[in-house]
């Protein structure tokens, strides 16, 4: 029998990666930025909690191999 121990770490720094990229800056949306007209009848995306994607997340697991 043999077995394996791993752990799998992903956005290890914890940081807001933006999923949506404003078109005029460059950058994530973040509250209070200005939307353009052709997002006026979409929800907002400064308060879209989809906006930035996964946090840190951390999975341990044990493989058993017989």
Known sequence: MRYK????IENIFDEEI???INP???QG???G???PYSMIA???PN?????NGKPRTI???LQLLF
Do not use: F, H, K, W
């Open 59 to 61: 999975e341990l697991g």
């Open 29 to 31: 949306y973040n509250p």
């Open 5 to 8: 121990v791993y752990i799998e």
């Open 42 to 44: 979409r929800p907002n």
């Open 33 to 35: 930025v200005i939307i």
């Open 24 to 26: 005029y800056t460059g």
């Open 18 to 20: 933006p999923r949506r």
């Open 47 to 51: 308060y879209d909690p989809s906006r």
